[in-house]
């Protein structure tokens, strides 16, 4: 399986600043169908009303969290399939299981590099 | 078998306890937590606001300067513009130290409020106890009052795990995280 570069991708942080980062680097790496939420209501919101082939969200953002968007795109009949990668500061290995046990596809501690993101995107999708 | 001390054994220590609690309210006092309260604390947090801002303008200015060397990269002949574009990754990557530094400050910011509450109650409870010391009400800090208290709500699990980044040397790496991913969630 290769990774259609068309793919809607939605990622969700409460920090302008890593959403244009995020952005710039899918960009590069050569996605250019991406949206932005800055929380987690705002991105569920915004799945229902378009199919996204992949969810790259920040954990840690108020009011509603990366995990708690998470479960519920899991709990979603509609939207449970999606890939999902959580992107964050929260290294814990309690962080991890949770996130896991939750349906996480996959996992990035920030700070990160584009070379990680790739990989960690290809091992979600498929082969650039 | 040692003997309980007597009357006066007892009243000297309660003494010496009443001197202690009444220098400890002296020293408090000397130190004006209003304005610990108000002069510091709202300062720092107000010079944490203010780096969480500069460093966010700046982290902008980075990047706009970026996005005009990638499209003026992205003009130059095939082969050309790689290590342009790679140099340019790596100031979007650096740039992330911006999300790091906004949430260690945020850590801080909740550092500094806990200080202010329990300054507030130790203030409250030497100002509402007796001679000796003996607050009138149980306090947040005496901890949890019912056995309830010990049965964590889904908000306050996913609370806990909200911790941010952590300082170098105690974080996972990527491999570590990578490792207990691929573990399928099993503790280490």
Not at chain 1, 68 to 93: G, H, N, Y
Not at chain 2, 11 to 21: G, T
Not at chain 2, 57 to 73: F, G, K, V
Request: glycine residues 6%; contains cysteine.
């Amino acid at each position: 399986m290769t990774v259609d570069m068309k793919t809607p991708v939605l990622i969700v942080d409460d920090y302008a600043t890593m959403l244009r980062i995020v952005r710039n680097l899918l960009k590069q790496i050569g996605f250019d169908n991406v949206d932005e939420a800055s929380d987690g209501g705002r991105a569920l919101q915004m799945m229902k009303l378009k199919k996204y082939g992949l969810v790259i969200s920040d954990w840690n953002m108020q009011p509603m969290t990366g995990i708690e968007l998470l479960r519920q795109v899991r709990a979603d009949s509609d939207l449970k399939t999606t890939p999902f990668i959580m992107v964050t500061a929260e290294s814990k290995t309690d962080n991890v299981i949770e996130a896991r046990n939750a349906g996480v596809s996959n996992y990035i501690v920030k700070p990160f590099s584009s070379e990680i993101l790739k990989g960690k995107i290809s091992s979600v999708l498929g082969a650039f | 078998m040692s003997a309980w001390p007597n009357d006066r054994g007892i009243y000297a220590q309660l003494r010496k306890l009443a001197d202690f609690i009444a220098k400890t309210r002296a020293e408090i006092g000397q130190l004006h937590p209003e304005d610990v309260k108000v002069e510091f604390i709202t300062k720092a947090t107000d010079e944490l606001d203010a780096i969480v801002e500069a460093t966010a303008s700046a982290t902008h200015r980075i990047m706009d300067a970026a996005d005009l060397i990638m499209d003026a990269a992205s003009k130059l002949p095939n082969g050309q513009s790689d290590q342009i574009m790679a140099s340019v990754t790596s100031i979007y990557e650096a740039c992330t130290f911006q999300d790091i530094t906004g949430q260690r400050v945020t850590k801080i910011v909740g550092m500094l409020k806990t200080i202010e509450e329990r300054l507030d109650r130790m203030v409250a409870a030497l100002a509402e106890s007796d001679v000796m010391g003996v607050p009138t009400a149980p306090t947040k800090l005496d901890g949890p009052s019912s056995d309830n208290a010990f049965i964590e709500s889904r908000e306050e699990s996913d609370a806990r795990l909200l911790n941010g980044p952590a300082l170098p040397g105690r974080a996972h790496s990527q491999a570590d995280i990578d490792a207990i991913f691929a573990d399928g969630g099993k503790r280490r």
